[in-house]
């Protein structure tokens, strides 16, 4: 079962079988903190009165509906959030940084050769690891924390544990309500979503992605004609159905 709550210490756990989310307050500096989390399904931070997230943006009403934005390590990432800094949000809008990083069950060797599954090694060795992975993460985001910063927006952070970055993502998206999302794509991504042929995030969460949430394809710092998105994710679809006719046809005896 998905349980979701926000405290007034503005910070969210959200969990379900297969990701693990977690959601930092407002960055209006450039430090990141984390939360962890072990085996509870839900994480109490203080004893203070409880919000849902619905409730918590009714009560913001007047704001401006936040953008989401699907950052990595790629630099498609950094142009997908600056084209949106340049022409998706104002000094209003609340901004989300999704990243989704995979789940660790592999360390690296004590003896120093290749991996080895972190339960073969001591508690102190995985929580050196993960501490490391953790200053990585931190250090990744930070580059575009400033970005934003320096466009005097406010953003936010939500790290998704989770090995399936299209699916957390798509699962993301009802849980906040997400109406906004922007990712960004290069050439080759685009060539093959294009073609019909791709299996990339954007082509997953174009496909599966409600119709109440605009996704938007950013390529090079521009925006991917969204007729051409739309007719691919439709193509899919139809094929899908295509497939599923013929199927259909092949159980018929005569």
């Avoid at 000094?91 to 990243?99: A, I």
């Avoid at 679809?237 to 092949?250: I, T």
Wanted: aromatic share 4%; glycine share 4%; proline share 4%.
């Amino acid at each position: 079962m998905l349980t979701e709550t926000l405290h007034h210490s503005d910070e969210v756990v959200t969990m379900d079988n297969s990701h693990h989310y977690y959601s930092q307050g407002s960055a209006t500096t450039t430090t990141v903190s984390e939360i962890e989390e072990e085996c509870s399904t839900q994480l109490h931070l203080d004893d203070g009165p409880m919000t849902t997230i619905s409730e918590e943006k009714e009560k913001e009403g007047e704001e401006e509906e936040p953008v989401y934005v699907a950052v990595g390590k790629s630099q498609t990432s950094m142009e997908a959030l600056s084209w949106t800094l340049n022409n998706l949000v104002t000094p209003s809008t609340t901004l989300y940084l999704v990243h989704v990083f995979p789940e660790i069950k592999h360390i690296p060797n004590p003896l120093g050769v290749g991996m080895v599954p972190k339960d073969q090694v001591s508690t102190e060795q995985v929580e050196s690891y993960m501490a490391q992975e953790r200053g990585k993460r931190r250090e990744l985001l930070h580059k575009f924390i400033q970005l934003c910063s320096a466009s005097k927006v406010k953003v936010d952070t939500i790290l998704i544990e989770s090995d399936l970055i299209a699916k957390a993502i798509i699962d993301l998206i009802p849980i906040l309500q997400i109406r906004k999302l922007v990712i960004g794509t290069n050439k080759s991504q685009l060539r093959k979503l294009r073609s019909k042929k791709g299996n990339s995030m954007a082509d997953q969460i174009l496909q599966n992605a409600p119709e109440s949430c605009k996704v938007r394809i950013i390529c090079e710092g521009e925006e991917v004609n969204q007729q051409t998105a739309n007719d691919t994710s439709m193509s899919h679809k139809e094929e899908d159905q295509k497939n599923d006719w013929f199927s259909s046809l092949s159980c018929i005896c005569f």
